[in-house]
Every structure is written in structure tokens, then in C-alpha cells.
């Protein structure tokens, strides 16, 4: 009998191969190589203008490649139809726009459009999935509501609530707490963990708080000027050393008192210079 060596790990579903991204002739990406783990939350970090929501836009179909390639299942994104790749990668841009006087429930109820035919509009399933979204995100007291109207905080959780209604197995999130004040960021956050450990979704994230992303990633990309610096578990990937490279912060990094993982405390801040004497 011959003997087999054991199955290693699967492929990624969703990959990026030497990816580069350009907005006219102004490089963003630089043939980046990046497999999402399946089933883990992976958080993109880096500084301002480093090119990680570039990234995140192209993984979601949202930017072309000017060269390389967004794999899903193997396949690259820009043969696959886009209500194919809707069915299986949910996204939340960084700034979405409401169409004018939509309601909470009809903006939320979009989020079902990839599983619609002419043959089969609304059902049960559908109904379900929106209701409990809307729950999850503690927006159906507002259902009826006006998305222009409401508070900047608000409208962010009516969008995730959109995003967790189209029921996808990938999730993408560029900057899903902004606008949101502490508490509310962390029930987002504790959200995204709760749908990635009870249903496991693949969920990729784009954050610009690195303590935050060190406490709720699985994996950690740490981007600098269009290219991966580090990745691999927050407490492999956040250091001293990275930090001071990837943002050129002098810091500290302790074990979070609460979770265990790295917490980035800056070095000590500017004071003014004590008056001389008289």
C-alpha cells in the first residue's frame, strides 16, 4: 500500500498575486503578495496614505490591478461575474452614500440584492437575515428612519448592518469604526469576532487604531508605503522595532492587562520646558 503524505493547508479563498494598484501613473501597491487566512479575522494596519484601503478596495473588486491579480477560489476576480463574487465577498467601503431619503430597512434590505432572481424576490430567508443584521447592529429601533438623518455613528452601523445582511462567507471592513465613539467601536469589533467565532466568516479589516487591531486580529498586516512590512499573529508582529518603522513612533509594548495581547504605549509626551529662573 502506498503511503500518502497528510493533507497540508488549503489555498486562501481570497489572494492577492503580485498585486499592483495605481490610481493614473501614481503607484499605490507594489506587486504585493497577501493570502487571507480562511475563518480568521486578519487586520491591515499602517499609516496614513500606505496603501491598505487601496488594497482592501482591490480585494473587493472596487479598483482594477494595473498588473497581477485578486484570486477568489483560484479564479481571478476580473473574469468572475459580479453577482458571483457579491454572493461571496460582502464590502463596507470607507465613505458609502445612502441613495437620498432611503430608510434604515430599505437600505439594509439592499444587502439581500446578490441572492434575488427574476424567479425568486423576497422570501423568509431573506427576511431573516436583514432582521437579525439590523439586531446585531442595534438598528431596528431606527428602521424607519431616514439614513440621511441620522448621527454619523448611526449611519456606520446601518451600513455594517447592510454588509452582515448580504450573508457572505468573506467580509470586508475598511475603517467599520469610524465615526464611532469608544463603546460603540468596541461592540463593532466585538461583533466582527462574535460572526467570525459563531459562523465562521473570513473577515479582513482595515484599522488605523494599531491597539485595536493588535486585540481583535487573528493575523496582523503591517503596510508601509505600498508594500508588506510584517504579518503573522499580533504578538510575533507587533514590536518595538516594527512600530518605530512602520509609524516612527518611539513606544513601549506591554501585554494588554485584559487580553494578553501587545498594547503600544508611546513614549513620553511633549511638555513645555519649565520656566528659567528669575
Known amino acids: 500500500m502506498t503511503a500518502h503524505p497528510p493533507p497540508g493547508p488549503r489555498p486562501a479563498r481570497l489572494a492577492a498575486r503580485r498585486l499592483t494598484l495605481a490610481y493614473e501613473d501614481r503607484t499605490v ?3 504585493l503578495d497577501l493570502a487571507v487566512p ?17 488594497t482592501l478596495r482591490a480585494l473587493g473588486r472596487l479598483l482594477k490591478p494595473k498588473s ?22 460582502g464590502l463596507l467601503p470607507q465613505t458609502p452614500v445612502a441613495p437620498e431619503a432611503i430608510t434604515v430597512a ?22 431573516k437575515a436583514v432582521t437579525e443584521a439590523m439586531e446585531r447592529t442595534d438598528v431596528t429601533a431606527l428602521a ?4 440621511d438623518e441620522l448621527s454619523g455613528g448611526q449611519r456606520q452601523r446601518v451600513w455594517i448592518a447592510m454588509a452582515l445582511a448580504q450573508d457572505t462567507g468573506l467580509l470586508l471592513l475598511d475603517e467599520p469604526t469610524t465615526y464611532l465613539d469608544i463603546s460603540h467601536q ?27 487591531a493588535a486585540r481583535y486580529a487573528d493575523h496582523l498586516v503591517a503596510m508601509k508605503d505600498g508594500e508588506v512590512v510584517a504579518e503573522g499573529p499580533p504578538s510575533q508582529v507587533v514590536t518595538e522595532e516594527l512600530v518605530r518603522e512602520v509609524f516612527g513612533l518611539e513606544c513601549v509594548v506591554v501585554p494588554d492587562p485584559v487580553t ?17 529662573p528669575v
Open 144 to 147: 424607519e428612519r431616514p439614513v
Open 260 to 276: 494578553g495581547s501587545p498594547l503600544v504605549v508611546p513614549g513620553a509626551p511633549w511638555s513645555a520646558p519649565a520656566p528659567a
Open 68 to 89: 497581477g491579480a485578486v484570486l477568489l477560489d483560484g479564479e481571478a476576480l476580473g473574469k468572475l461575474p459580479t453577482k458571483k463574487i457579491a454572493q461571496q465577498i
Open 29 to 31: 501597491v507594489d506587486r
Open 38 to 54: 480562511d475563518g480568521r479575522v486578519t487586520v491591515i494596519v499602517g499609516p496614513n496614505a500606505c496603501g491598505k484601503s487601496t
Open 186 to 212: 468596541v461592540e463593532v469589533l466585538d461583533l466582527v469576532r462574535r460572526l467570525n467565532h459563531d459562523r465562521g466568516r473570513t473577515v479582513v479589516v482595515v484599522l488605523h487604531d494599531l491597539n485595536q
Open 106 to 127: 430599505d437600505l439594509v434590505a439592499r444587502g439581500r440584492q446578490p441572492h434575488q432572481h427574476w424567479w425568486r424576490q423576497w422570501s423568509d430567508e431573506d427576511e
